[in-house]
């Protein structure tokens, strides 16, 4: 067990370019969340998928932005025509199933997107 | 509003010293769950400690412990015997129902040989 993994770790792309993040997380979890983290801010909920069920989005997730989770295993996180805004470092994590509520969540260490 | 708040964007401590963090947040949920994660320089975010909303103890992990005032709705957190390897951003967060996580802002600690 590795923990979960991000890649890329960096990209950087031109404004208006379509971009793929691709997260794989702990073997056995059953739930995988996506959260964007800005210079300065604490990182916010974007989305949670429970195996290959995608549950819950948040207001942030646009509609340029698409996330899958195939066969419950591995997620990509698409973002079409890239803004400026949408720079940020966009964080991965996931958590067991647990007999009890509490969902200790693992990161992953991150995709920087900077958009020019 | 389900709000978490870090009222310390920065803080500073001595090697050897002890600290506190603080935080405090809303809910109207009964069953919720506390933590604080810190996030290195290399920015992989690590769980610290955590604390279930119905157990009126406060957790602890070796240096690391929590005040939980529940009626307050404050969490902080203490660390002792701060050590160089501490010096990271810590971030408080409530999960509960919904199984998102609500991150405060940060608190940037350094701690000074």
């Known amino acids: 067990d590795t923990g979960v993994s991000q890649n890329p770790r960096h990209k950087i792309t031109k404004r208006g370019q379509n971009v793929t993040f691709r997260c794989d997380p702990i073997?056995?979890?059953?739930?995988l969340y996506w959260y964007r983290q800005t210079l300065g801010q604490g990182p916010e909920f974007l989305t949670y998928?429970?195996?290959?069920?995608?549950?819950?989005k948040s207001r942030l997730l646009s509609d340029r932005f698409s996330a899958e989770r195939p066969k419950g295993s591995f997620s990509t996180l698409e973002i079409q025509r890239t803004e400026q805004g949408d720079s940020a470092m966009y964080l991965c994590?996931?958590?067991?199933?647990?007999?009890?509520?509490?969902?200790?969540?693992?990161f992953g260490p991150g995709t920087r997107l900077t958009v020019l | 509003a389900q709000t978490v708040t870090q009222s310390q964007p920065e803080m500073s401590v001595q090697e050897a010293e002890t600290v506190t963090l603080s935080c405090t947040y809303d809910?109207?949920?009964?069953?919720?769950?506390l933590f604080w994660y810190k996030q290195p320089p290399s920015r992989q975010m690590i769980l610290v400690i955590r604390?279930?909303?119905?157990?009126?103890q406060n957790a602890t992990e070796n240096r690391f412990s929590v005040n939980f005032q529940k009626a307050a709705k404050s969490f902080s957190l203490k660390i002792s015997d701060s050590q160089l390897g501490d010096t990271a951003m810590y971030f408080c967060?409530?999960?509960?129902?919904?199984?998102?996580?609500?991150f405060g802002t940060g608190t940037l600690l350094a701690v000074q040989p």
């Open positions: 994590a996931s958590s067991p199933r647990l007999a009890r509520s509490y969902n200790e969540q693992f």
């Open positions: 073997s056995e979890h059953n739930r």
């Open positions: 998928f429970q195996n290959e069920a995608q549950l819950e």
């Open positions: 809910t109207s949920e009964n069953n919720y769950y």
């Open positions: 604390q279930e909303a119905y157990k009126q």
């Open positions: 967060a409530r999960g509960g129902a919904t199984n998102k996580l609500i």
